[in-house]
């Protein structure tokens, strides 16, 4: 079977200038005129600037430690190269493999790598890097992967085998997709400079290299000319770390920046109404919901089945979402797998019902509900929080809106260093299958529990080689999900972004679901 397979920021948060360019976009928001407003920096005319809405971190230049969140895919798509990644039109593309070939009995999958493919540093990517970049994997569903790959062998320097202890399914959406397992990493470079120094100078095959990067303030890359699959077109790509919402549109209002990431709700309605900007809604692979890792600690409330469906009943979806990001978002009431994906599971729509969520609160013995601590959020969607939080506070749930670092979140939450309510919205790529891993089975990065039943059936559904039964298998953990409120969803999000007038083709939405402009190589300035 084949398979076609870098310096300060302007703007710093809380500081003089993010307040002043605050001031700004509110004098605008109300028809006040301002005068003399210029650039800070003439716009160069072969760079393209972003405005990130999360502080960059070194983990997210090295493939092997990715943590079952999409975020890192962000800097990975321009740095690295995969054997064969999502691309536009097509879930697995081939890249630094020019194919990929099965084996009838689904236990060895031989990939060959492209002629020509380069590191960054000059070296040929080989067979040796393909294997060296597996073996050092240590990010989310890294035991899973080692415990069902028997041997991994390069008969040459371009061909890679894998060979399975059993067939899997699963294999190539778990090293192609899932994880940062089959982006490959130059062996001879990592070997001599070490992971630390690979984190502060990385060295990747991807179409940009890296030039520099200054915590907390930017990354910068250049256009990798020796890239397989096509020249960049745009030299220069800087991606500007500006967290507050409101800096980041007068940024863009300003030609500071040329790309900004999530601008929501009244922000966002500006930003459609600005001559020469562009709203760029797009919905993608991440489900946001409300998990209760309490759930199986007897004496806590939340493990009454009846409190946490009320927590979900107390939920306003549509009217959240109107305000938030303008009714883009879709409310499935699949609380981890989103629609898409595949053996996606479309269950009933989640209801908007306090006075319901009140009697169930009142049966379940909280008839004036109760204290129920803090409630952990990712700090770039603590506006989502502090809705949810309002609505709970409606029916008598009392929580503390807790915003945390999205990387010092992911890893908090990974180590289980949670109690009470966390806000979760899983994003990596994938299927039903590696979201029901991380989120929901015994073992998994993001699941402080688990239910036999559903480890059972999870177990049975990752040999069964008959799509049909395994759909089945599949649909029955994601109703028993729902029939159980392990989850509370809140909707599939609706990533909303702008772009400004000098670019060309922005990338949003190339890649099915991914919430990033992507490829960077087919990124453009108008006139180019």
């Given at each position: 079977?084949?398979?076609?397979?870098?310096?300060?920021?302007?703007?710093?948060?809380?500081?003089?200038?993010?307040?002043?360019?605050?001031?700004?976009?509110?004098?605008?928001?109300?028809?006040?005129?301002?005068?003399?407003?210029?650039?800070?920096?003439?716009?160069?005319?072969?760079?393209?600037?972003?405005?990130?809405?999360?502080?960059?971190?070194?983990?997210?230049?090295?493939?092997?430690?990715?943590?079952?969140i999409i975020t890192p895919f962000m800097?990975?798509?321009?740095?690295?190269?995969?054997?064969?990644?999502?691309?536009?039109?097509?879930?697995?593309?081939?890249?630094?493999?020019?194919?990929?070939?099965?084996?009838?009995?689904?236990?060895?999958?031989?990939?060959?790598?492209?002629?020509?493919?380069?590191?960054?540093?000059?070296?040929?990517?080989?067979?040796?890097?393909?294997?060296?970049?597996?073996?050092?994997?240590?990010?989310?569903?890294?035991?899973?992967?080692?415990?069902?790959?028997?041997?991994?062998?390069?008969?040459?320097?371009?061909?890679?085998?894998?060979?399975?202890?059993?067939?899997?399914?699963?294999?190539?959406?778990?090293?192609?997709?899932?994880?940062?397992?089959?982006?490959?990493?130059?062996?001879?470079?990592?070997?001599?400079?070490?992971?630390?120094?690979?984190?502060?100078?990385?060295?990747?095959?991807?179409?940009?290299?890296?030039?520099?990067?200054?915590?907390?303030?930017?990354?910068?890359?250049?256009?990798?000319?020796?890239?397989?699959?096509?020249?960049?077109?745009?030299?220069?790509?800087?991606?500007?770390?500006?967290?507050?919402?409101?800096?980041?549109?007068?940024?863009?209002?300003?030609?500071?920046?040329?790309?900004?990431?999530?601008?929501?709700?009244?922000?966002?309605?500006?930003?459609?109404?600005?001559?020469?900007?562009?709203?760029?809604?797009?919905?993608?692979?991440?489900?946001?919901?409300?998990?209760?890792?309490?759930?199986?600690?007897?004496?806590?409330?939340?493990?009454?089945?009846?409190?946490?469906?009320?927590?979900?009943?107390a939920i306003d979806r549509k009217g959240?979402?109107?305000?938030?990001?303008?009714?883009?978002?879709?409310?499935?009431?699949?609380?981890?797998?989103?629609?898409?994906?595949?053996?996606?599971?479309?269950?009933p729509s989640p209801e908007y019902d306090?006075?319901?969520?009140?009697?169930?609160?009142?049966?379940?013995?909280?008839?004036?509900?109760?204290?129920?601590?803090?409630?952990?959020?990712?700090?770039?969607?603590?506006?989502?929080?502090?809705?949810?939080?309002?609505?709970?506070?409606?029916?008598?749930?009392?929580?503390?809106?807790?915003?945390?670092?999205?990387?010092?979140?992911?890893?908090?939450?990974?180590?289980?260093?949670?109690?009470?309510?966390?806000?979760?919205?899983?994003?990596?790529?994938?299927?039903?299958?590696?979201?029901?891993?991380?989120?929901?089975?015994?073992?998994?990065?993001?699941?402080?529990?688990?239910?036999?039943?559903?480890?059972?059936?999870?177990?049975?559904?990752?040999?069964?080689?008959?799509?049909?039964?395994?759909?089945?298998?599949?649909?029955?953990?994601?109703?028993?999900?729902?029939?159980?409120?392990?989850?509370?969803?809140?909707?599939?999000?609706?990533?909303?972004?702008?772009?400004?007038?000098?670019?060309?083709?922005?990338?949003?939405?190339?890649?099915?679901?991914?919430?990033?402009?992507?490829?960077?190589?087919?990124?453009?300035?108008?006139?180019?």
């Amino acid at each position: 079977m084949s398979s076609g397979l870098k310096g300060r920021e302007p703007y710093p948060a809380g500081g003089t200038s993010a307040i002043r360019r605050r001031d700004l976009l509110v004098a605008a928001g109300v028809g006040l005129t301002t005068v003399g407003l210029r650039p800070a920096v003439a716009a160069s005319p072969d760079q393209l600037t972003w405005g990130v809405h999360v502080s960059l971190a070194p983990t997210w230049f090295e493939p092997a430690e990715a943590s079952g969140i999409i975020t890192p895919f962000m800097v990975l798509y321009a740095l690295h190269d995969a054997m064969v990644k999502p691309m536009p039109d097509t879930a697995l593309a081939p890249s630094l493999a020019e194919s990929v070939n099965a084996s009838e009995d689904g236990r060895t999958y031989e990939f060959v790598v492209r002629e020509g493919a380069r590191f960054h540093n000059g070296d040929p990517v080989t067979s040796a890097d393909v294997k060296f970049s597996f073996e050092r994997y240590r990010g989310i569903a890294n035991a899973l992967l080692k415990a069902r790959v028997a041997a991994v062998d390069t008969p040459d320097a371009r061909r890679v085998r894998f060979q399975l202890k059993e067939a899997w399914p699963d294999f190539l959406t778990f090293y192609a997709t899932a994880t940062g397992s089959g982006w490959v990493v130059p062996k001879a470079y990592l070997e001599k400079v070490g992971d630390d120094g690979f984190k502060k100078a990385p060295v990747g095959a991807g179409p940009y290299k890296f030039v520099s990067f200054t915590p907390g303030v930017e990354l910068v890359l250049e256009a990798f000319d020796g890239y397989w699959r096509k020249k960049p077109a745009v030299k220069r790509l800087v991606f500007k770390v500006i967290p507050d919402e409101g800096t980041r549109l007068a940024a863009l209002k300003l030609g500071e920046i040329d790309i900004a990431y999530s601008v929501r709700g009244e922000l966002a309605e500006q930003l459609r109404k600005t001559p020469g900007l562009a709203l760029k809604p797009a919905v993608v692979q991440a489900p946001f919901c409300l998990y209760f890792p309490d759930q199986w600690d007897e004496k806590s409330p939340w493990h009454d089945a009846r409190v946490r469906k009320a927590a979900s009943l107390a939920i306003d979806r549509k009217g959240t979402n109107e305000a938030l990001t303008l009714g883009h978002s879709e409310i499935t009431g699949n609380s981890i797998v989103p629609r898409g994906y595949d053996f996606y599971w479309q269950p009933p729509s989640p209801e908007y019902d306090p006075d319901k969520a009140k009697r169930l609160l009142a049966e379940a013995g909280f008839p004036r509900g109760f204290d129920a601590g803090f409630y952990f959020c990712d700090s770039s969607y603590a506006n989502v929080g502090e809705s949810v939080v309002d609505n709970l506070l409606g029916v008598g749930i009392r929580s503390k809106l807790r915003p945390i670092e999205r990387a010092a979140f992911i890893k908090e939450f990974g180590e289980k260093k949670y109690k009470n309510i966390i806000q979760a919205g899983p994003g990596a790529f994938g299927n039903a299958a590696t979201r029901i891993e991380a989120h929901l089975v015994k073992g998994g990065v993001f699941s402080y529990g688990s239910y036999p039943d559903i480890d059972t059936l999870y177990q049975q559904q990752a040999g069964e080689m008959d799509r049909a039964r395994r759909e089945a298998l599949l649909f029955r953990i994601q109703e028993l999900m729902v029939e159980r409120t392990i989850y509370a969803p809140i909707w599939q999000l609706a990533f909303l972004n702008g772009i400004g007038s000098r670019v060309g083709e922005a990338g949003f939405g190339r890649i099915p679901l991914f919430p990033y402009t992507s490829p960077y190589e087919d990124i453009t300035l108008k006139g180019t």
